[in-house]
């Protein structure tokens, strides 16, 4: 199944360990969608950064969380999938353009 490059990438992960990997390892992390295979990833990430080439792809499938508001409330958080993405060496991303 086909699906649009925007549909794939959800959003960026922001975080202090993932601007290290930015910063460091020029690596980039995404939260992106479940049914989405690191071909398509790859292939997402180099349509909506035409300037870049992705060397890598890691997957990693994050699970659902339970948590307890008050004494008998339960709150399940949805499981999500997480990408890191391997820029090749000169190439970066620019998350935050305008700010």
Known sequence: MQMHWRNIIR???VTEKSNFM???????AFVVDTRANKMQIKQAVELAWP?????KVRVM???A???R???RMAIRKQGWKKAVVT?????SIDL???V
Do not use: I, T
């Not at 300037?51 to 060397?55: G, K, L, R, T």
């Not at 820029?87 to 190439?91: F, M, R, S």
């Open 96 to 98: 935050f353009e305008g």
């Open 51 to 55: 300037e870049v080439s992705v060397e």
């Open 65 to 67: 969380k339970r948590s």
């Open 61 to 63: 499938n994050m699970p």
């Open 69 to 71: 508001r008050l004494r």
């Open 22 to 28: 930015a910063d460091e390892l020029n690596q980039y």
């Open 87 to 91: 820029l090749a060496p000169g190439d």
């Open 11 to 13: 959003r960026p992960v």
